[in-house]
């Protein structure tokens, strides 16, 4: 008896170590190895810069820039746009492009301007490279919308749940002066705080060609508001003239692609090309925009379309439909 004691006593005792040593490990045993404990802001930086120019670029250049603007027709679905109608198959547009904007680059762009704010990855530099994304994003909504949310914008995540909308006056004014702080930072930065090559998708650790961006894109935003306000733009403007701007190719802003459409970095026209062979999409030039190029004498007419079987440069007229503008030799 007394034996068969000693021995539930003995492995009650192993057991209780045992869990002992175990509670001590449980963080450790819990987390996997394989997987970061923290993100950098570089992974972040790249996916919002990636974003900025991506995010809604069909509606954006398509619905908006294209057929909202009557440069092209287009059939299937696509002709409700040319209707004037916010929704067609594939959901209300405008919508759509809202949301993808703040819940894409602007949502990536705010944790990185949290991230470079201060603790570990404090970053004056790349705080200011993350600004000016931020900048794209927001100047091109502010451009369809008008007064949208902004300065509580995509702050989600830090208990912001209803932004309040601002004044587009408001948000130019800000931008417009975010632009000139970060471009007296990366002035005065050394190539080693910026974001190097394998983080910036735009420059590749160019720090002079950022500075020539940052100072550009406030250049356009002041010429855009110059009629609004000419007392204020009119000075910043001169100010952006005597500060290096893109004036040559290879000082662009632009993002690589793969050649196909295999990988998260495929050229999104890609798709549209494919769309487009297959008649799944089907973009033609409008009536006034062509009727405009004819009256211009543009020598561009004859390097973008093709002329009918009458020997004329036709566009296709906002009423017609599919199998109408087929019937006139389109």
Known sequence: M??????????FVLAGLIFSA?????EEMNNDPGQLEELPDGYLFTSAVRGAFRDGLNDMQLNFGAQYAHISIADKFNREIDKYSATHARGDVYEGLFKSIYNGSIRLTNEVLQITSEGKFANPVRHAQATTIAVVNFAKLTDLYGDIPYFEAGMGKYGVLK????????????MVAKLKNCLDILKAASVSEAYPAEFDPLYGGDLDNWIRFTNSLRFRLAMRARFADPLKYEA???ETLNEPLIEENNQSATLEHWDSNDGALYNPWFNKIIDYDKGNLNMLW????????????DPRLPLIS???NNN???GVCRTFNN??????GF
């Open 2 to 11: 007394i034996s068969n004691k000693l021995n539930y006593v003995l492995i």
């Open 22 to 26: 175990c509670d001590e490990r449980w």
């Open 163 to 174: 932004p309040k909308y601002d004044r587009q006056e408001d948000i130019y004014a800000d």
């Open 236 to 238: 910043i403007i001169a």
């Open 286 to 297: 409008s009536e006034k925009f062509i009727n405009w190029l004819k009256s211009t004498n």
């Open 306 to 308: 093709t002329k009918n």
């Open 312 to 314: 004329e440069y036709l």
């Open 323 to 328: 199998s109408e503008s087929k019937k006139m």
